[in-house]
C-alpha cells in the first residue's frame, strides 16, 4: 500500500512561481501604493547588475521602470547602461533630454566621441566643468585629443589628470601616448618605463616602449622589445608589434627581412597605409621597384596626399627613368626633405639627379650639394655637379667634382672616360691617354673608351694604331656615327700622311675612304653634325672647292668658319679670308688656331699692317710644332677636324633609404563617469504594509511509471 499511497502524494504536489506585477492590486490595495515601492526597488536592481556587467537585464529593469513612471533618473541611468552596451547614439540622444546632471554633459561628450564624432564630443567635454570626476572628465579630453591626432593639447589634458590623480597608471600612459605624437622620444621612453611594474600595462608597454626607442634610432632595443610583445602570446597588438618590427629591421638596414615583416603587417590591416608605405620603401631599398611602386600606388588611393608616399614614388620614378613623373612627386612631400636629416641624403640625391635630367642646373646644384654635406663620402653627388658643370660648360669645376668622384670610386670606367673626353675637349691629349687607358683597365669593353683611346692616339701621331682601334670596334658590331666620323679623321690624316710621303695612290685610297666614314656617319645620326665640317676638310685637300664650302655651310659652326676662312686665304683670296677668321675669333676669342690661322693670313697678305698690329703679331708662337694638324698641314694653314664622342651616363646603384614612421598607439578606452543613481525605497508606515503581489501557478507533476508487477508484493508479517 505504501508506495501506491506515495505516488498519489506526488502526483497532488505542485510549484509555486512568485513573480511582481506592476499595475494589478491584491486584497484592494490601489496600484499607486504599489508603484511607490516598486520602481525605486526595480531602479537599485538594476543598478545591482550593471555592477555586475549584466546590462542586458539591467536595461530590462530600468525600461521597464520608466514604462511604469518615467524619471529623470531612470533615463540618466539608462544612457549609461546604455553607453555600456555600445548604443552610443541612443545613449547620447537620452543625455540630450536631461542636461541638469552633473555629468550628463561629460558622458554625452564621450558618447559622441565613441560614435565617432570626435570634433563634437571634444566640444562638450572642453566646456563641460570639473568638481568631481574633473580628473576623469581630463582624461577624457586627452584621449579624445589623441584620436584627433591633436598631441599638445592631449599632453596638457593628460597631464592635468595625472596631477589630479598621479597613482593612477592609465592617466600617465595617456600622457606618454602624447609625448610620443610630439616626437618627445625620450620623454615617452621614461614615463613609459616608470610603469613597467604595474601588471595591467604588462601587455600595453612594450609595442609603446619600442616606438619610443625607434624615434630615438635604438633599432636593436627597439626589436627586443617588439619580439618580446610578440612572444608573450598576447594577440591584441600583434599588428603594430609587425609594424615595429619591420620598422626596427629597416632602420637596421636589413631590408630583407624588413620586407617579411611589412607584409606580414599588411595581412594583418590591408587599409594600413604606413605599413604599405613601409613595405613600398623596404622593396626600393633592395631595387624592385616594380613591387615597390605597387605598394606606393595601393597607398596612394588611399591617402592621395600622403608626403611619405609621394617621397617613394619620386624616388621610383626616377629610377625607372620617368623624370619628369618624379618631379611632380618631389613637388608634392616638401615637408620631409629636412637638409640636416642624414638618412635624406639618397631623397636629395635622386632630386637633384632628377633635376639635372630636366635640365635645371642650380636646382640640381643645391640639391646635391646637400648631398655632399650629410654624406660627404657618395661618389654619385660629386658625378652629378660634375655633370652639372659640364652642361654649364665650366671645365674646370667639371674636373674638379669628377676627381673627387673619382678617388671615392677608383674603379670606375665610366668616370675615368669622361674625364679622358674632358681632357679631349680642353686639347690635353697625354691626360686624356691616361684616363682612357685607366677606363680599359677596368672594362676593356667600354666603348667610349676605347673612341677615346683612338682620338688620344691620333693626336699623338700613332695614326695606324688608332685605325687599329677603331677598326676593331666596328668590326666588332658596334655601327655608332661617332666611331666613323672619327675613323674618317684617321683616314683622313692617313691620306695626308701618305700625301707627305709622296704615296699618292694611298692618299687617294684613304681620302675616299674616309669620305665613305662620313657618309656611314651622316646615315647613321644625322643630328650629330660634325662630319659636314670634316668632309668639307677632305674636299679642300683634295681641291675640290665647291663641294667642301657645301659642306662646311652644311654646319656653319665656329670651326667651319675657320675652315672657310683657311680655304679662302689658300686660294688667293686674303680678304675672304681675313673676314672669315675675324668671324670665328669673335666667336670664341681664346682660340689659339683661329688667332695662329689669322695670324698666317696677315704675314701673306698683309704684311705692312702687320707691324701695326702687334696683338695679331704675337700669335705665330702660338701653335706647337708637334700638333698634328700643323705637322699634316698641306699649307701652313690649321684646318680643325671636329672628333665626336659621348659622355658615359652614370648609374651608380641605388643606396635607398628612407624616413622611418613610427606607429602611434592606440590610445586608451574611454572612461564614461558610471554614476548609477539609485533611488531610495518610502515606506508609509500609517498604511499597511501590503503584502507582495504574487501569482500563482501550479503544474502537475508528471505521473510516475507504473511497474508491470506494482500493488503485486505483499507486506511482511510483523510479529
Known amino acids: 500500500m505504501m508506495p501506491r499511497l506515495l505516488g498519489k502524494a506526488i502526483m497532488l504536489l505542485g510549484y509555486i512561481v512568485c513573480l511582481p506585477i506592476a499595475g494589478h492590486s491584491l486584497g484592494g490595495v490601489p496600484a499607486n501604493q504599489v508603484d511607490n515601492d516598486s520602481i525605486p526597488r526595480l531602479n537599485n536592481t538594476a543598478l545591482k547588475l550593471a555592477r555586475n556587467k549584466n546590462y542586458s537585464g539591467a536595461l530590462q529593469l530600468l525600461q521597464r521602470a520608466a514604462a511604469g513612471r518615467p524619471s529623470d533618473t531612470l533615463l540618466y541611468n539608462q544612457a549609461i547602461v546604455l553607453g555600456r552596451l555600445k548604443r552610443f547614439e541612443e545613449a547620447s540622444s537620452l543625455l540630450q533630454k536631461i542636461p541638469s546632471f552633473a555629468h550628463a554633459q561629460a558622458n554625452q561628450g564621450v558618447f559622441f566621441c565613441l560614435s565617432g564624432d570626435v570634433n563634437v564630443g571634444l566640444a562638450l567635454l572642453e566646456n563641460t566643468a570639473g568638481g568631481k570626476g574633473a580628473d576623469k572628465i581630463a582624461f577624457n579630453r586627452a584621449v579624445a585629443h589623441l584620436h584627433a591626432g591633436q598631441f599638445d593639447e592631449a599632453l596638457r589634458a593628460a597631464s592635468e589628470a595625472a596631477r589630479m590623480r598621479p597613482a593612477e597608471p592609465m592617466y600617465r600612459l595617456t600622457k606618454g601616448d602624447a609625448l610620443l605624437g610630439l616626437g618627445k622620444y625620450r620623454e615617452a621612453l621614461h614615463l613609459y618605463e616608470a610603469l613597467e611594474k604595474v601588471p595591467e600595462l604588462a601587455n600595453l608597454l612594450p609595442v609603446r616602449i619600442g616606438n619610443a626607442l625607434l624615434g630615438l634610432k635604438k633599432y636593436e632595443e627597439a626589436g627586443e622589445q617588439f619580439n618580446t610583445y610578440l612572444l ?51 622593396l626600393c631599398s633592395i631595387r624592385d621597384y616594380r613591387s615597390a611602386r605597387i605598394e606606393f600606388e595601393t597607398a596612394l588611393a588611399l591617402e592621395p596626399e600622403n608626403q611619405h608616399i609621394h617621397l617613394g614614388l619620386g624616388v621610383v620614378s626616377h629610377r625607372q627613368g620617368l623624370h619628369e613623373q618624379a618631379l611632380e612627386h618631389f613637388t608634392k612631400a616638401p615637408d620631409l626633405f629636412e637638409e640636416k636629416e642624414k638618412d ?7 632630386r637633384g639627379l632628377t633635376f639635372l635630367e630636366l635640365n635645371q642646373l642650380d636646382t640640381a646644384l643645391v640639391n646635391l650639394s646637400i648631398v655632399m654635406r650629410l654624406n660627404k663620402d657618395h661618389p654619385a653627388a660629386y658625378a652629378g655637379a660634375s655633370e652639372v658643370y659640364r652642361k654649364k660648360d665650366s671645365h674646370r669645376y667639371t674636373l674638379a667634382y669628377l ?234 694653314y690649321i684646318n680643325i677636324y671636329l672628333y665626336d664622342y659621348d659622355f658615359e651616363r652614370y648609374e651608380f646603384p641605388g643606396d635607398h633609404y628612407f624616413p622611418i614612421q613610427t606607429d602611434t598607439p592606440t590610445p586608451p578606452d574611454y572612461r564614461p563617469l558610471d554614476d548609477l543613481l539609485t533611488m531610495e525605497i518610502t515606506v508609509n508606515p500609517s498604511k499597511s504594509v501590503v503584502p507582495e503581489i504574487i501569482r500563482v501557478t501550479s503544474k502537475r507533476m508528471p505521473k510516475p511509471r507504473r511497474s508491470r508487477l506494482a500493488g503485486s508484493t505483499k507486506c511482511p508479517k510483523i510479529i
Open 344 to 350: 635624406l641624403a639618397d631623397c636629395f640625391l635622386s
Open 232 to 282: 608573450s602570446g598576447d594577440r591584441t597588438f600583434q599588428a603594430p608589434a609587425r609594424f615595429g618590427l619591420a620598422n626596427a629591421l629597416y632602420g637596421q638596414k636589413e631590408f630583407t627581412k624588413a620586407v617579411a615583416e611589412f607584409r606580414r603587417a599588411v595581412q594583418f590591416r590591408p587599409q594600413w597605409v604606413q605599413a604599405r608605405t613601409g613595405l613600398g620603401n623596404a
Open 403 to 636: 676627381e673627387k668622384a673619382i678617388r671615392l670610386s677608383p674603379q670606375n670606367d665610366k668616370m675615368l672616360t669622361n674625364k679622358g673626353n674632358m681632357y679631349l675637349k680642353s686639347g690635353n691629349m697625354d691626360e686624356a691617354y691616361d684616363n682612357f687607358s685607366w677606363a680599359l683597365h677596368h672594362n676593356s669593353q667600354n666603348i667610349n673608351a676605347l673612341n677615346g683611346l683612338s682620338i688620344s692616339l691620333l693626336e699623338k701621331d700613332r695614326i695606324e694604331q688608332a685605325e687599329s682601334v677603331l677598326d676593331s670596334v666596328i668590326n666588332r658590331g658596334h655601327h655608332k656615327a661617332f666611331l666613323y666620323n672619327n675613323r674618317g679623321i684617321v683616314r683622313s690624316y692617313l691620306a695626308l700622311k701618305h700625301e707627305k710621303q709622296r704615296d699618292l695612290h694611298n692618299a687617294k685610297q684613304y681620302y675616299y675612304r674616309s669620305i665613305r666614314d662620313y657618309e656611314r656617319s651622316r646615315d647613321l645620326d644625322s643630328t650629330h653634325k660634325t662630319f659636314f665640317n670634316n668632309l668639307g676638310n677632305v674636299y679642300k685637300n683634295t681641291e675640290e672647292y665647291d663641294k667642301a664650302i657645301k659642306s662646311y655651310l652644311g654646319h656653319l659652326d665656329k670651326s667651319a668658319i675657320n675652315n672657310l676662312g683657311v680655304l679662302y686665304a689658300r686660294n688667293g683670296k686674303g680678304e675672304f679670308g681675313n673676314h672669315y677668321l675675324n668671324i670665328a675669333l669673335s666667336i670664341d676669342s681664346a682660340s689659339m688656331v683661329y688667332q695662329f690661322n689669322r695670324y698666317k693670313v696677315y704675314k701673306e697678305y698683309f704684311k705692312d699692317s702687320l707691324a701695326h698690329r702687334p696683338d695679331i703679331l704675337q700669335a705665330q708662337n702660338l701653335m706647337p710644332t708637334n700638333s698634328i694638324s700643323s705637322k699634316y698641314s698641306k699649307d701652313g
